[in-house]
């Protein structure tokens, strides 16, 4: 199938890219209620996650609510082309639902999530979103620096994703748009705030009623990532 109708497809870029400032495209940062990136702070990377909300259930108790343990998800660089892109004001909404609604068809959806993120210049994988214990953390492993960089950050504000946000693969909606902080010091690489925006789908049911105990809701979102200048 092919993906003629979006955009023109993007010239390669260096293998193993480094922290250089995404300036052309730090005043393109979705708008919401989420504080502003102090005036310290520098956007170092605009990455896609694509992946799981992770939750669990209490067996027995369908009127429970479920409880979230983390999420995992790869991370996309579509930072470097963005920044370069005169389109990329118009193409930041729609990415991460395009790209989780592609990876979640029936027939063949990796081939087609596969083609359009080498398509549009997004399919270098930076690295990992998960949990340390209960702490969010983002690890760029494939940055050629030292140490990489290696965001480990807490909750500081969350807001709901705007109405029109993707609702996901099975109409759940959209999870919030957050602003995680290093409020611990635990951050390397010189990255220490991120921010969830331009999410899709991820949300879980509302009660544990019909569920396992332990159950996975793709999502997408974008982290733009921030840190010292």
Known sequence: MALSLF?????????????????ALASKMPQS?????????????VLLGLGTQNY?????????????PGAVAKLYDIGTQLNKDPWAQFKIPTISGLALSLSNTPWGSSRLLDE????????????????????PTFSLSAVKSNPYPLAMVTKAMAVDAPKWACPGTTGEGAVKWVQLIDSLKQSVGGVNTVYRLETAGGNPPATCKGQKQAFEVPYAAQYWIYGPK
């Open 7 to 23: 955009a023109p497809s993007a010239a390669a870029w260096p293998k193993y890219p480094r922290a250089t400032g995404l300036d």
């Open 33 to 45: 209620t989420l504080p502003a990136p102090t005036a310290d702070l520098k956007l170092k990377y």
């Open 56 to 68: 669990t259930c209490t067996a027995g108790n369908d009127s429970a609510v479920p409880f979230q």
């Open 116 to 135: 359009y993120l080498k398509q549009q210049g997004y399919n270098q994988i930076l690295g990992n979103h998960y949990f340390t214990l209960t702490v």
